[in-house]
């Protein structure tokens, strides 16, 4: 298994340095902690009495990592799902939250499986994942990932403003997409005409 440690960095990787895109309903973001993360974990890292972007700015990588693995992967309850879904999970869990589960929950019911779609990672959901991963040991975590694709292609047809981060200015795919298809196996990777067939409805 993929140490978590690296799970946790590499997705600090993929996020990238601090950013405020007003576009982003995340606000002031840096290695991929929100500053609406800071201030439910109460992190008034200048010392100021506030939390603001300026804390944002001050965050660490090695403060990144330690947020992840705590509030993103083990309280979650991540690291006892089935391995193949871990990595794509957390990864998900740090960009969308509660989405991330409710998506694996959808798609465990899909899949036959009896499971509340609530954004919970409890016993229930455990044992189904397992279940599931029994079922289908070489496709659960392209399933989980495709299903992920679709959610960014859903929330971009629906938000206008969101469709910058599914498709780039020359159309092809964009750091949602590529994103999720990270986690997924190459033969079910969209070609880059079919993601532009895709999103050709938003013009």
Known sequence: ????????????????GFVN????????????????????LGLDLDGDGRITAADVRRL????????????YFR????GELPEALQAPVFDMYVNSG?????IL???????GQDVAVDGVIGPITIAAAHRAAEEAPDLIADAYGIARRNYY?????ARPASRKYARRRDGGKGGW?????????????LSEAEHRQRTASWG
């Open 1 to 16: 298994m993929q140490n978590v440690r690296d799970i946790a960095r590499a997705v600090i990787a993929r996020e990238g």
């Open 21 to 40: 895109d007003p576009d982003d309903p995340g606000g002031a973001t840096k290695y991929g902690v929100t500053i609406h993360t800071l201030r439910r």
């Open 60 to 71: 660490t990588r090695a403060q990144a990592e330690e947020i992840f693995l705590e509030h």
């Open 75 to 78: 309280r979650p309850r991540i």
């Open 98 to 102: 509660a989405n991330a589960v409710r």
């Open 105 to 111: 929950q959808r798609l465990l019911r899909e899949m």
């Open 153 to 157: 292609y859903a929330l971009a047809d």
């Open 177 to 189: 997409i590529l994103r999720a298809e990270a986690f997924i196996s190459e033969r079910f990777r």
